[in-house]
């Protein structure tokens, strides 16, 4: 990473992951965030804004992670 900053002068595009750490902000996100509602309204900056739906509870802790359908 040094090198390429010193040949080009720009930073490399860097993620970092700790996997001792649960997900979430800054280790990745959790599977209950709403990614759609927080990039439109950042992309319309704020024009769109959240549905307001509250994440499932009843997640699974193991695959398939999803809980069972519900009814309408």
Known sequence: AITAIDAHGILPDM???????????????TFADDVIN???????????????LEPH???????PYLGTPHSK
């Not at 993620?15 to 996100?29: D, E, H, I, Q, V």
């Not at 950042?42 to 769109?48: A, Q, R």
């Open 15 to 29: 993620l970092s992951f700790n996997p001792t750490k649960p997900a979430g902000y800054p280790n990745g996100r």
């Open 38 to 52: 927080f990039r439109l309204s950042f992309l319309s900056k704020g024009d769109i804004p959240p549905d307001g």
């Open 57 to 63: 509870t009843d997640t699974l802790q193991e695959f």
